[in-house]
């Protein structure tokens, strides 16, 4: 496909020729095995030579997801927690002492696990990890400090549904699964459910999820010298095994009934819409992995997608269309998605629905199935250039519960995916007629059209910004 | 383990292309990073955004590649690239699996010598109306979008080149013309005007035969644009500048701009240091005092945007829990930042904002991508590619005395720009519409 002009007129500068790639120098995802401490913490070294900036990760299997809905949020709280004191060093002890070490020092609570990370250069290893631990064993949760990360919290729920982007995911999800379902709600927990929480709260769930038989801690980075089993020994030997461990099984999710609808989250003079449009998808482990990737990717991941081919690089709808899977321990969200001018809003939501009917109609064809594979073999070895990336892939792998050599299995697997597997997945996981279509957007500008679209049952929420509080009215000035 | 020596090998090719290139084999992947010296500050009046919509056309096609198809390489070769573009400048990237390489060079001499071929006013419209969306996306349909360009506004006077954001305005994206688009082309876009940096799992000898090969031909341009007016400025701004700004947020927040040393001075390096012992996690100023004792804000933040003429600005904000007075968080950061001029900070404070850049210089240099792109930026801003390898060195060098003597400078009640974010409920009109009072 080349451009409709003469190359002479350019004085045969230019040479018209694409070059052919060499041959691949071998790559392999690189090797790790696990070792055990004694209480049965799961030690995972990752060498990698020539890189100076170590990743620790300690993880712990089981998020947000895996809480009580009365207790929404509670587990990120406690994560973020962790850091504010433990018996020995308030928060602003624990943090300067890491940055000495040119450390820093993470812990949060996604809806699949919960982690503790350090990054640190090598050489300062050792104390690093004894900083971890310390987070991990004897966090205090101060009173006043639980509060504080709780009330910012409940400051950032109300930022969120300030923010069209973050209101269209909440909103979408709280459209698809049914009341009940964890992954319904944002995984920080909403309002009703974070307001009640404290400290209390987080102690608890920290005794029944820090049990070391239950931890992995995986360390990448140049090692040489370096020995991870024995500075691991040193650090979290000592913590005992939890007498009552809570395992924690994957979540039980259904979604909601209702089949296509329309449901339009009202904001007047808004001069985009974000558009998202999907249902209730897949938990990470499934037999159909890697043709679902390959079908992914043709849809709404890469440049030349369906969806952003034909809303951006067609249209001008947008600056960018997608669509893709959130794979958790349970079935998390399908969504396609899209912000787009609000005078485009239907025309837009009609051909993200028109590219998901067709990716169930017929077959991909085979340059939409070589881009794809292509793609996704060819970047492999790019995503893991950094030992953070390398311990987070490793991390994936153990809350997700998947056997080692999956990262070693999965460009042999993509290349495997032919057209039929890829219309087969498409056809059991992509439906449309059962898609929550979710405007984020002014109403009053596109719900004649959109009736007309006659896409589903509409509804149209003209819910409020949330109550602010009081400002002073000045003017601007110049001193 | 220290920060590791970046070496390097520089060329020029008779077109006046300069090639920087270094080698590293630890992962089997290759970066490319092209700086072409033009930004947005180049723009003429009623033209701003053309830099960065031109970005986008350098992605519809040139005379061997279709409209969307060098990305569609670039992917189905296993690579990943994007382009931005700056106040100073314009950059396009792309980084490969090592073996396909060869690729990425020839795409992007086939736009670089040959975009005009593949125009057409069907792909400007196009990447118009994309452009536009991503103005509506990243500043009018967020929150606090507004803030940059505001920020610029009263930062820089009228008619200065940096008095504009990037993104420009709707109605000058809507009057650019093809003939604009060609004569931008013309006028910037040439080997002569450009700095290519190849970092990775490469062969040098190779990398050099293959750019002659592809970029050889490609003529200089004989004209390279003139030099642009003395942008000098006063070093402060000469005076308090406020704007009360009404959006859609439910949280008042208040942001700080200032004029500060310009990118390359070692004053600015110091400010940097400044930023992380302020606004730098939990253990700064800043977050302590505000955040976390006496419980004004929700979050605070401040950093430096480096640019090499004028000034540079450096910027910070605090949003307010509810129910604060805005008086009170306005008078409690400003406190902070007046007593970063009179006491120097302590050893311990200074060890720690130390030993932290040096952990993320070591962080980010890891990445082929993140070295191919300061080399070419400290060889198009400076002439001087080798200042990746000295940076460091200067931002250890930084004293407390240093840091004492360019807040004072800098964080002037007479140098100053304050907006604030007010909650603007049931405003029928697009938010962020307010003009600056600059």
């Not at chain 1, 960018?320 to 609000?342: C, D, I, S």
């Not at chain 2, 490609?218 to 000098?232: G, K, Q, S, W």
Request: hydrophobic share 45%.
């Amino acid at each position: 496909m080349s451009g409709p002009i003469d190359p002479g007129s350019f004085g045969g500068v230019v040479i018209a020729d694409r070059p052919r790639h060499a041959d691949p120098r071998p790559y392999s995802f690189p090797a790790f095995e696990r070792h055990e401490l004694p209480n049965g913490l799961g030690v995972i070294p990752v060498h990698l030579p020539g890189r100076g900036l170590l990743s620790a990760t300690l993880v712990i299997p089981g998020g947000a997801g895996e809480e009580p809905e009365a207790q929404a949020g509670v587990t990120a709280l406690m994560a973020r927690a962790l850091t504010e004191g433990t018996r020995r060093h308030d928060a602003v002890e624990l943090t300067e002492a890491a940055e000495r070490l040119g450390a820093t020092i993470h812990a949060e609570a996604g809806w699949d696990g919960i982690s503790v990370g350090v990054d640190v250069p090598a050489g300062r290893l050792a104390p690093a990890l004894g900083l971890a631990a310390e987070i991990i064993a004897e966090p205090t949760f101060p009173d006043a400090e639980v509060e504080r990360l709780r009330d910012e919290r409940l400051n950032d729920l109300l930022q969120a549904f300030a923010d069209p982007r973050r209101r269209a995911d909440d909103g979408f999800v709280e459209t698809i699964y049914a009341p009940g379902s964890p992954y319904g709600r944002p995984s920080g927990g909403t309002r009703d459910t974070v307001a009640p929480l404290d400290a209390a709260a987080c102690r608890a769930l920290h005794g029944a999820r820090f049990d070391p038989a239950r931890m992995t801690l995986i360390v990448g980075g140049d090692l040489a010298g370096v020995d991870v089993v024995e500075l691991a020994e040193a650090s979290f030997g000592g913590l005992e095994r939890a007498r009552e461990s809570i395992a924690a099984a994957p979540p039980s999710v259904a979604a909601a009934p209702g089949g296509r609808r329309v449901r339009v989250l009202h904001r007047p003079g808004s001069v985009q819409t974000e558009i998202r449009v999907g249902h209730v998808g897949l938990p990470r482990r499934i037999p159909d992995y890697h043709a679902l990737s390959v079908m992914s990717a043709i849809l709404g991941g890469l440049f030349n997608s369906r969806l952003n081919r034909r809303l951006r690089e067609e249209k001008g709808y947008t600056y960018g269309a997608g669509a893709g899977f959130e794979l958790r321990r349970a079935a998390g969200p399908f969504a396609a998605r899209a912000a787009v001018n609000t005078e485009v809003t239907v025309p837009a939501t009609v051909d993200i629905i028109g590219a998901l009917q067709a990716m169930r109609d017929g077959p991909v064809s085979d340059d939409e199935l070589h881009a794809a594979r292509d793609y996704l073999v060819g970047v492999f070895p790019l995503r893991f250039e950094t030992p953070a990336a390398v311990v987070g892939a490793i991390a994936g792998l153990i809350v997700h519960d998947l056997p080692f050599d999956e990262l070693d299995r999965y460009r042999p697997s993509i290349e495997a995916v032919g057209r039929d597997e890829v219309l087969a997945a498409a056809q059991a996981h992509v439906r449309p007629d059962d898609a929550a279509i979710v405007l984020v957007g002014d109403a009053d500008a596109f719900l004649p059209a959109l009736e007309a679209a006659a896409l589903g049952p509409i509804v149209v929420d003209r819910e409020p910004l949330p109550a602010a509080p009081s400002a002073p009215g000045e003017e601007p000035s110049h001193d | 383990m220290p920060v590791p020596r970046v070496e390097f090998i520089e060329s020029r090719l008779p077109n006046g292309l300069r090639l920087i290139i270094a080698e590293d084999h630890l992962a089997p992947v290759a970066a490319v990073n092209i700086w072409y010296a033009v930004g947005s500050k180049h723009e003429q009046p009623g033209k701003t955004g053309f830099a960065h919509l031109f970005e986008h056309v350098m992605f519809q096609g040139s005379a061997h590649v279709g409209k969307a198809e060098h990305i569609a390489l670039i992917q189905a070769a296993g690579g990943t690239m994007n382009g931005t573009t700056w106040l100073d400048r314009t950059n396009y990237f792309e980084t490969m699996p090592s073996h396909q390489l060869e690729l990425a060079l020839w795409l992007e001499a086939d736009r670089m010598g040959t975009l005009l071929a593949a125009l057409s006013q069907e792909n400007l419209d196009n990447q118009r109306d994309v452009v536009k969306n991503e103005k509506r996306w990243s500043y009018d349909n967020r929150p606090y979008g507004s803030w940059v360009e505001k920020v610029l506004n009263s930062v820089f006077p009228e008619t200065h080149p940096y008095h504009h954001p990037t993104i420009g305005s709707m109605a000058d994206l809507d009057a650019a013309s093809l003939e604009d688009v060609q004569a931008f082309f013309r006028l910037h876009y040439a080997p002569n005007n450009a700095v290519m940096s190849v970092v990775g799992d490469v062969e040098p000898e190779r990398v050099q035969g293959w750019v002659e090969k592809y970029f050889g031909a490609i003529p200089a341009t004989p004209a390279l644009p003139a030099p642009l007016p003395d942008m000098t400025l006063p070093a402060t701004i000469g005076g308090e500048i406020r704007t009360v700004v009404p959006d859609r947020v439910p949280l008042p927040r208040i942001y700080w701009a200032f004029r500060s040393p310009l990118f390359g001075d070692p004053r600015l390096d110091a400010l940097d240091l400044t930023g992380q012992i302020l606004a730098g996690g939990k253990g700064s100023r800043l977050h302590r005092r505000l955040v976390r004792e006496r419980r004004l804000a929700q979050d605070v933040a401040l950093f430096s945007m480096g640019l090499v003429a004028g000034a540079s600005v450096t910027a910070g904000w605090a949003t307010a829990r509810p129910g604060v007075e805005l008086a009170r968080l306005e008078a409690a950061f400003w406190e902070e930042l007046e007593r970063m001029t009179r006491e120097p900070v302590s050893a311990d404070e200074l060890d720690r904002a130390r030993a932290l850049t040096e952990a993320d210089e070591l962080g980010a240099l890891q990445r082929v991508d993140e070295r191919a792109d300061r080399l070419s930026m400290y060889a198009t801003l400076f002439d001087d590619p080798d200042l990746i390898n000295r940076m460091l060195a200067r931002y250890l060098a930084v004293t407390a005395e240093d840091i004492r003597a360019v807040c004072a400078d800098v964080f002037r009640d007479d140098n100053r720009v304050v907006l604030t974010y007010v909650p603007a409920e049931g405003r029928a009109e697009a938010p962020g519409s307010e003009e600056a009072a600059a």
